[in-house]
T-cell receptor, first 111, second 116 residues
């Protein structure tokens, strides 16, 4: 089955800096790669996703890149703000299967 | 608003007790999932169901069972709870009919379970 590795497990940045979180996956048939954000005490919520026919997708300050050959994808957050502090999860799935999540990255943005 | 709800939100029980966690959704989604969250281990898939007659094991199904009573309800049972099942449990739903992002999963608020 699918296995998703996520790095780093913790990330501390200064407000205004960029943050990058990286994930690798094992199943070459996976074709959907979402990123979820979980604020303290709350449920995970989708912030951005990418399908395997796309190499990059942007939504304001966040972007995701996908390298299918290398089986890795990354989340990029620019101009970080204190409200970006949260746990971020990457995930992967193929058609007809459930999402498999990485172990999460705790991002702390200090002002 | 259409939502995913979980009951109870918090539960403390003793080793050996049978526990049921319930999930209901008003989103009209076909697919439902149970995950557990442990610090440093992320979200691990326990069971999932793609329709009422479909049940599939996830990454960590041992010690758990599920029941899909209706399209809107998916229950998780611990037949004989043990302390290492202490965790935060999330139910989630998704819909591939095109009404939402491809396989986007919507999570419930979570149930915090403590097994003493």
């Amino acid at each position: 089955g699918e296995n998703v590795e996520q790095h780093p497990s913790t990330l501390s940045v200064q407000e205004g800096d960029s943050a990058v979180i990286k994930c690798t996956y094992s199943d070459s048939a996976s074709n959907y790669f979402p990123w979820y954000k979980q604020e303290l005490g709350k449920r995970p919520q989708l912030i951005i996703d990418i399908r395997s026919n796309v190499g990059e997708k942007k939504d304001q300050r966040i972007a995701v890149t996908l390298n299918k050959t290398a089986k890795h994808f990354s989340l990029h957050i620019t101009e970080t703000q204190p409200e970006d502090s949260a746990v971020y999860f990457c995930a992967a799935s193929r058609a007809g299967t459930a999402l498999i999540f990485g172990k999460g990255t705790t991002l702390s943005v200090s002002s | 608003d259409a939502d995913v709800t979980q009951t109870p939100r918090n539960r403390i029980t003793k080793t050996g007790k049978r526990i049921m966690l319930e999930c209901s959704q008003t989103k009209g989604h076909d697919r439902m999932y149970w995950y557990r969250q442990d610090p440093g281990l992320g979200l691990r898939l326990i069971y999932y169901s793609f329709d009422v007659k479909d049940i599939n094991k996830g990454e960590i199904s041992d010690g758990y069972s599920v029941s899909r009573q209706a399209q809107a309800k998916f229950s998780l049972s611990l037949e004989s709870a043990i302390p290492n099942q202490t965790a935060l449990y999330f139910c989630a739903t998704s819909d591939l009919s095109g009404r939402s992002s491809y396989n986007e999963q919507f999570f419930g608020p979570g149930t915090r379970l403590t097994v003493l």
